[in-house]
């Protein structure tokens, strides 16, 4: 990691630029794939998933055979564990559920809100280096409860043409139905445009690498909504001598092994303490499977010693983290100045971890700085919410001059007309 001590605002943006791949002729390359989908259909998604995951797919979508087989397979201990997970996902996101409120403006004049869900909503689950099956949960399960009449998922096969088992079984859990062997951008693109075999979505949702995010991006232009702009994962973690350096190294790892191109920065004002937590990083990193991928991360990552608590905090809201540790003894004041974060952890037992699997906030969050305009995935991103309104004869003769006068001033005669002939036919009953 690079180390940093009390470094002038002027440098923090480039201290903290993120590993971003060089995306010259990016956007070219994807629009060319989804510019093929939308034209030939199923045969180019066997053609793109050959081509990009080795694989000759004669059905796209998961059998019959399939879900059962995939349910036999995972554990007992596995199933409990994702069955406590869904539940605490469940309780968190049904909480969200708000109560109709009608509002009357001036006496005749009512106005409400009502939410009803996205009919058709497009889930991508990465497979790539690790099957996140968790992040099924995270998003069926808020669609659900919404109420989305049709839920489709996409997530790439393995080199044998099989999803993952976990995968399935966390979809059957939630309450998915169609699930489809596709990765990538050919899975953005058969959710966008539909063909032969996908249905196509009003709205797609999920994370995914610069591919993947390309393609959301272009295809939400035209053709479908999207939930955010969500690329290669991140987590800032802020400590002070009161945290534990074991735990704050274990953090950073659990990061940093997601990918070669994920971020990991420690802000502290103990020096001592930086030293201690690249001593436990060295120590830990020996243990993982995916060591090599975390070296990676690393190498992307930064360490900044700052002493002036108000300094760090400027920092967390210009770097606007993906997830956000405060690992302090004055957590909870600190965490009231923050306003850019995707998911905040408070103290020394609150680890990342337990966002992403299990304690029911939803992972699917903003990433490279798209916190300071994005909430992570909530039931309202799968709820759009109509306006109605509701004016008696008394509220029009109340409002009605008020928005004749109004329309009259932008020049609009035929808005303030239709107010004329309605307060004039409420004259003529009157009179």
């Known amino acids: 990691m690079k180390t940093f001590v009390n470094p002038e605002k002027s440098r923090w943006s480039q201290i903290l630029q993120r590993p971003l791949m060089d995306v010259s002729g990016l956007y070219e390359t994807v629009q060319g794939v989804l510019n093929e989908i939308k034209q030939k259909g199923d045969s180019a998604l066997r053609k793109y998933t050959l081509q990009f995951d080795g694989v000759d797919l004669e059905k796209l979508q998961v059998s019959e055979e399939e879900w059962t087989e995939a349910e036999r397979q995972v554990e007992p201990e596995l199933k409990k564990a994702i069955e406590l997970a869904a539940n605490n996902i469940e309780k968190f996101h049904g909480a969200q559920k708000t109560e109709i409120r009608k509002v009357e403006t001036m006496p005749g004049v009512s106005c409400w809100q009502k939410a009803v869900p996205i009919e058709k909503v497009g889930l991508y689950i990465p497979g790539g280096t690790a099957p996140l099956f968790s992040t099924v949960l995270m998003l069926a399960i808020p669609a659900r409860i919404a109420g989305c009449r049709e839920i489709v998922l996409c997530t790439p096969p393995g080199?044998?043409?099989?999803?993952?088992?976990?995968?399935?079984?966390?979809?059957?859990?939630?309450?998915?139905?169609?699930?489809?062997?596709?990765?990538?951008?050919?899975?953005?693109?058969?959710?966008?445009?539909?063909?032969?075999?996908?249905?196509?979505?009003?709205?797609?949702?999920?994370?995914?690498?610069q591919y993947v995010m390309a393609a959301k991006q272009l295809v939400s232009i035209n053709e479908v909504a999207i939930d955010m702009p969500a690329g290669p994962s991140e987590v800032m973690v802020?400590?002070?001598?009161?945290?534990?350096?074991?735990?704050?190294?274990?953090?950073?790892?659990?990061?940093?092994?997601?990918?070669?191109?994920?971020?990991?920065?420690?802000?502290?004002?103990?020096?001592?303490?930086?030293?201690?937590?690249?001593?436990?990083?060295?120590?830990?990193?020996?243990?993982?499977?995916?060591?090599?991928?975390?070296?990676?991360?690393?190498?992307n990552s930064v360490l900044i010693v700052m002493e002036d608590e108000q300094k760090i905090v400027n920092l967390i809201n210009e770097y606007a983290p993906e997830h956000l540790i405060l690992s302090t003894k004055n957590y909870s004041e600190l965490a009231e100045r923050v306003f850019n974060a995707g998911s905040v952890f408070l103290g020394n037992y609150t680890p990342e971890s337990a966002g992403d699997y299990a304690s029911g906030t939803n992972h699917t969050l903003p990433t490279n700085g798209w916190a300071r305009s994005y909430s992570g995935v909530n039931l309202d991103s799968f709820i759009k919410k109509i306006t109605f309104q509701e004016i008696t004869e008394e509220g029009l003769k109340s409002i009605g001059p008020a928005i004749e006068t109004m329309a009259a001033a932008e020049q609009l005669e035929a808005h303030k007309n239709a107010v004329t002939l309605r307060l004039k036919r409420i004259l003529l009953d009157e009179g």
């Open 159 to 209: 080199k044998d043409g099989s999803v993952h088992p976990a995968i399935l079984f966390a979809a059957k859990y939630s309450g998915v139905k169609k699930v489809f062997k596709l990765g990538g951008v050919q899975a953005i693109g058969a959710m966008a445009y539909g063909t032969e075999s996908v249905p196509k979505a009003d709205k797609i949702f999920g994370p995914g690498n």
């Open 238 to 299: 802020v400590a002070d001598k009161s945290a534990d350096p074991a735990f704050i190294a274990s953090d950073l790892l659990s990061q940093a092994e997601h990918g070669a191109d994920s971020q990991v920065v420690l802000v502290t004002n103990n020096e001592e303490l930086a030293e201690q937590v690249k001593a436990q990083i060295n120590l830990q990193l020996e243990k993982l499977p995916r060591k090599e991928l975390a070296e990676k991360s690393l190498k």
